[in-house]
């Protein structure tokens, strides 16, 4: 079992950054392969980001990248750096964390689950 803690969120400006951080307790984070997800109001749950166990090899949804980044900050957290928001990026934000040694971008590989954070961007 692990848990996992997401904080950073906030009021952003159009245009403004912010970095997420998703904590872990229970195991090392450093197990699993970390994902981060969004849900806007009224939209399924979207791949933003994914890094391995290793922290080698990363991967950014087609909508996020080049502006979002993902990485492992320490043996017990991962980091979403995001900057360039826009107000379509407004939504709560997961971090996931998954048993498999790949990253996937659907949600249902991922095995333990934050309580979301909610980012706002004002335009």
């Known amino acids: 079992q692990v848990q996992l803690v997401e904080s950073g969120g906030g009021l952003v400006q159009d245009g403004g950054s912010v970095t997420l951080s998703c904590a872990a307790s229970?195991?090392?984070?450093?197990?699993?392969?970390v994902g981060w997800f969004r849900q806007a109001p009224g939209k399924g749950r979207e791949f933003v980001a994914g890094?391995?166990?290793?922290?080698?090899?990363r991967y950014a949804g087609d909508s996020v990248k080049g502006r979002f980044t993902i990485s492992r900050d320490n043996a017990n957290a991962v980091g979403l750096h995001m900057n360039g928001l826009k107000p379509e990026d407004t939504a709560v934000y997961y971090c996931?964390?998954?048993?498999?040694?790949?990253?996937?971008?659907?949600?249902?590989?991922?095995?333990?689950w934050g309580q979301g954070t909610q980012v706002t961007v004002s335009s």
């Open positions: 996931a964390a998954s048993i498999n040694n790949v990253v996937f971008t659907t949600a249902v590989s991922y095995n333990y």
């Open positions: 229970g195991r090392p984070l450093g197990n699993f392969v």
């Open positions: 890094i391995n166990r290793s922290g080698g090899s």
